[in-house]
C-alpha cells in the first residue's frame, strides 16, 4: 500500500449483495468492505424469523464471495459489536482504522436514506455515494414522467420503459402488437390440476438461529433450522431461476392470481427475495424467462411471459419510483381516516375464516404469500375492517421475507388499503366472499358460508363489503370505477340494508372470535 494513497471504507447493506457491481470488479488493497449484522435493522419492526435468518445467511455468504475474490472484507455479526445503528459503527470503524473515504450505495429505504445522510454530515472524511447499478430506472425518473399529475398510470410507465429497454418488442411497437395480456392471467385453478411442487433448498442455519436467540431478537413466525427452504447465494438464486423458467413459467401468467390450499406458492417464481437483496438482478432475470420462452414458444405461451415481465419491468418498478416520488408523506397517508386495530389472529391464524387461515397459517410457516393472497385476502379483509394502515405496514413489513419498507408500503398502504387516496389504485381492492370464490378454493369446508349475507355462519366479506361502501358514501360514491356498487346500494330496500349493516357491526365488535 503506498503512503499517498486513500483508505476507503466502503458499506455493503443487506440488501445489496450485487456482486456484478462495478465495486468488485477490480481488487484493491486500500478499499475495505464493511457488512454489519445492526440491531437497528432488526428491531425497527418485529420480523418473521426467517427473514433475520435469511439476510444474515445471504450476507455471510456473500462476504465469503467476496474473501474469495481477493477483497479485504470486515463483518460483524450481530453479537459481535457494542453499536445499534450504522452511524455508530461507521464511526467507530473510521475511528480505528483511520479511513480517509467513506463511501455507499444509494439506499433504497427513505428511513436508512435520511440515516446515512445525517451520518455524511457528522463524519470529518469525505463521503461519496454511489447507484446499486441494480434498477432499470432511476429514483426520480417516474416522478418526472408524471409531473403535476395527481395519479401514477402504471400502464403508461410499463409501455415507456418497455420501448426503451427494447424488451418484448419490434421496433417501437409491442411485439404481437399488444402491450399487456392480463385479461389472460385470471384462471382459478382447476378441480383436479395438480400444482408442480415448490423446489425448496435445505440450507442449514442453526448456528444463526443461536446468534440470534444470544442476542435476544424477538421475532413472529417458524423455521426449520436445517431446511431453511429461500436461497441464500447467488448460485441458489440461479438454480431458482432456472427452476422457475423450467417448470413454472409455462403456466405462471394463467394462474397467476389464483389461489388453492394445495400449494402454497402456485406458479410463482418466489424469486423476489433474492431480487430484493439484489443477488439476481431484474434484467437478468427478465432475459432468462424470454430466452425460455423464445426456445420453448410452442410450450409457453406468449401471456406467461409477458405477465411476469410487466410484474418486474412495469409494478416492480413502478413501486419504487412512487415511493420515491412520495415519501415521506406517503408512509403517514390515511385517506379513509381508518383506526381499528388488526385482528388477533392475524398473529397466530386462528380465525375460522378458511381463507384468512390458509394465507396466515402459510405466512407464518413460509415467510410467504404471493400478491392476490397479499392484496384479496389478508390485505381485502383489513381494509374492509378499517384497520389503521400504520398497523398493517407494521405487519406487512414484518411477516414477508422479501418485505422491504420501499416495495412494501407502497402494495400496503397505496395498492391494497388505498390510504393514498387513489395515488396508485383507482379504486379500493375490496370483495365479497364471491371473488374469493371464483379465484380460490377457500369456500369449501369453511366454517362460514359463502352465499350467507346475514345470519348464521354468513361470510364476514359479504356485509363488511357493504359495510365499507356505506360508511364511506362521502369519499367513495363519485368514483367512476365503482359507481355500479353504490347504484346497487341505492336499490337495494331498506330492511335488507339494515340487516347487512348490523350483521357487519357485530362481527366488527367481535372481530376477535371470528
Known amino acids: 500500500m503506498q503512503e499517498n494513497e486513500e483508505k476507503v471504507l466502503r458499506l455493503i447493506l443487506g440488501d445489496q449483495l450485487n456482486a456484478a457491481h462495478s465495486w468488485f470488479q477490480t481488487v484493491n488493497a486500500n478499499h475495505t468492505y464493511v457488512l454489519l449484522e445492526m440491531r437497528s ?3 425497527y419492526v418485529q420480523h418473521h424469523v426467517q427473514k433475520v435468518v435469511g ?10 464471495l467476496l474473501v474469495a475474490k481477493g477483497h479485504h472484507v470486515i463483518y460483524s455479526k450481530i453479537n459481535e459489536t457494542a453499536q445499534t445503528t450504522f452511524s455508530e459503527a461507521i464511526q467507530a470503524l473510521v475511528s480505528q482504522h483511520a479511513f480517509d473515504r467513506f463511501e455507499y450505495q444509494e439506499p433504497d429505504e427513505y428511513r436508512v436514506d435520511q440515516h446515512f445522510k445525517q451520518l455524511t454530515e457528522e463524519l470529518n472524511i469525505p463521503v461519496a455515494l454511489f447507484s446499486t447499478e441494480h434498477f432499470f430506472t432511476k429514483r426520480e425518473d417516474l416522478a418526472t414522467l408524471f ?6 398510470v402504471l400502464e403508461r410507465f410499463y409501455r415507456q420503459i418497455r420501448a426503451k429497454e427494447a424488451i418484448l418488442m419490434d421496433g417501437d411497437q409491442p411485439l404481437t402488437g399488444q402491450w399487456n395480456y392480463d385479461a389472460d392471467n385470471r384462471k382459478k385453478i382447476p378441480a383436479k390440476h395438480i400444482v408442480t411442487q415448490p423446489f425448496l433448498f435445505e440450507n442449514d442455519v442453526t448456528s444463526i438461529l443461536a446468534e440470534i436467540e444470544t442476542a435476544g431478537i424477538k421475532s413472529i413466525g417458524k423455521i426449520e433450522s436445517k431446511r431453511f427452504i429461500w436461497p441464500v447465494t447467488r448460485e441458489q438464486s440461479l438454480r431458482l431461476l432456472e427452476a422457475f423458467v423450467s417448470d413454472y413459467l409455462p403456466l405462471f401468467g394463467t394462474f397467476e392470481d389464483a389461489m388453492t390450499t394445495e400449494s402454497w406458492s402456485v406458479y410463482h417464481s418466489r424469486l423476489s427475495f433474492s431480487m430484493n437483496c439484489k443477488l439476481l438482478s431484474p434484467r437478468e432475470v427478465i432475459s432468462r424467462a424470454i430466452e425460455e420462452w423464445q426456445n420453448r414458444s410452442t410450450e409457453i405461451s406468449y401471456n406467461q411471459v409477458e405477465g411476469f415481465v410487466r410484474q418486474i419491468l412495469g409494478w416492480r418498478e413502478f413501486m419504487r419510483g412512487i415511493y420515491w416520488a412520495k415519501m415521506p408523506e406517503f408512509g403517514s397517508l390515511n385517506f379513509l381516516n381508518h383506526t381499528n386495530a388488526l385482528p388477533d389472529w392475524y398473529w397466530t391464524g386462528k380465525t375460522k375464516m378458511n381463507c384468512l387461515k390458509h394465507t396466515i397459517d402459510q405466512s407464518l410457516e413460509k415467510a410467504y404469500a404471493h400478491h392476490i393472497q397479499r ?4 390485505g381485502n379483509f383489513a381494509l374492509l375492517a378499517g384497520v389503521h394502515p400504520d398497523v398493517l405496514d407494521t405487519w406487512y413489513l414484518g411477516i414477508y421475507i422479501d418485505a422491504l419498507d420501499w416495495v412494501e408500503i407502497t ?10 387516496g387513489g395515488i396508485i389504485g383507482t379504486k379500493p381492492y375490496v370483495s365479497s366472499a364471491a371473488y374469493l370464490h371464483k379465484m380460490s378454493n377457500y369456500c369449501q369446508n369453511c366454517y362460514y358460508d359463502k352465499d350467507k349475507k346475514t345470519g348464521d355462519k354468513a361470510c364476514p366479506f359479504n356485509s363488511l363489503y357493504w359495510h365499507f361502501h356505506h360508511r364511506h358514501t362521502d369519499k367513495l360514491a363519485n368514483n367512476p370505477r365503482i359507481g355500479m356498487v353504490y347504484n346497487l346500494w341505492k336499490k337495494m330496500d331498506t330492511e335488507k340494508k339494515e340487516a347487512l349493516l348490523e350483521q357487519a357491526e357485530y362481527y366488527l365488535e367481535n372481530i376477535n372470535s371470528l
Open 55 to 64: 439476510f444474515f445467511a445471504a450476507m455471510r455468504s456473500f462476504t465469503d
Open 411 to 420: 402494495n400496503t398502504r397505496g395498492m391494497s388499503q388505498f390510504a393514498d
Open 147 to 152: 409531473a403535476g399529475k395527481k395519479t401514477f
Open 375 to 378: 392484496l384479496m385476502v389478508t
Open 41 to 43: 435493522e432488526t428491531d
